[in-house]
């Protein structure tokens, strides 16, 4: 069973950062897609960034372009999505998809196996 954990999320201010990791367990391939998505209260899950499974292609949501980056250590199995200039339109439980796909806009369904989301809050 592939099982994928968040952390990172928190509460912060305007203009503040966070990092957030998703570690995968043994059973997704390395060369799996690996994805961000959100959810605001009360909206659906939206598409955040997504990394293919060598690192070396990302594609990002506009809103988000220049200050987010997602990246990937394979070696520790670990996808990162390292947040700058947060503002509060990006508050949200964010969630960490991995699947055998890369698409430069996906949709969630093109992931099988998601996280359990972790928080973030961002105030004005």
């Known amino acids: 069973q592939v099982q994928l954990v968040e952390s990172g999320g928190g509460s912060v201010q305007a203009g503040g950062s966070l990092r957030l990791s998703c570690v995968v367990s043994?059973?997704?391939?390395?060369?799996?897609?690996m994805a961000w998505f959100r959810q605001a209260p009360g909206k659906e899950r939206t598409f955040v960034a997504v990394?293919?499974?060598?690192?070396?292609?990302?594609s990002y949501t506009w809103s988000v372009k220049g200050r987010f980056t997602i990246s990937r250590d394979v070696a520790r199995n670990t996808t990162y999505l390292q947040m700058n200039n947060l503002q509060p339109e990006d508050t949200g439980i964010y969630y960490c998809a991995a699947g055998n796909t890369y698409a430069t806009l996906p949709s969630p369904s093109r992931f099988d196996s998601w996280g359990q989301g972790t928080q973030v809050t961002v105030s004005s």
């Open positions: 043994a059973g997704t391939s390395s060369t799996y897609g």
């Open positions: 990394i293919n499974g060598n690192g070396r292609m990302t």
